[in-house]
Nanobody, 124 residues
Framework: QVHLVESGGGLVQTGGSLRLFCAAS????????MAWFRQAPGKEREFVAA????????NYTDYVKGRFTISTDNAKNTVDLQMNSLAPEGTSVYYC?????????????????WGKGTKVTVST
């Protein structure tokens, strides 16, 4: 069974950086699409970034493009999200997720396996 465990969340100042980690078991992260979503208080869960390592493909929402970087560490079987230049709007619970496909789209419904999330708070 596929299990995903996020870590790395915490409190960071505006303009600061944070790196999130997603440890996967029961799934090789390089084989299928992996992604990060986030959910802010009172809002719907939204797409952040996806990676399909086998195809050399990444996909980012426009809001984070140029500031966030998604990558896989195949030796550790993790999916990482480097977040730079954080703003208060980034305050959310961040979720790691995996497809049984290799499309890496922004559609939440295409992702089957989900972690429990890690909370990021960006102070003003």
């Amino acid at each position: 069974q596929v299990h995903l465990v996020e870590s790395g969340g915490g409190l960071v100042q505006t303009g600061g950086s944070l790196r999130l980690f997603c440890a996967a078991s029961g799934r090789t992260v390089s084989s299928y699409a992996m992604a990060w979503f986030r959910q802010a208080p009172g809002k719907e869960r939204e797409f952040v970034a996806a990676i399909v390592w086998a195809f050399g493909k990444t996909n980012y929402t426009d809001y984070v493009k140029g500031r966030f970087t998604i990558s896989t560490d195949n030796a550790k079987n993790t999916v990482d999200l480097q977040m730079n230049s954080l703003a208060p709007e980034g305050t959310s619970v961040y979720y790691c997720t995996a497809q049984d496909y290799r499309t890496g789209t922004s559609s939440e419904r295409s992702y089957k396996y989900w972690g429990k999330g890690t909370k990021v708070t960006v102070s003003t």
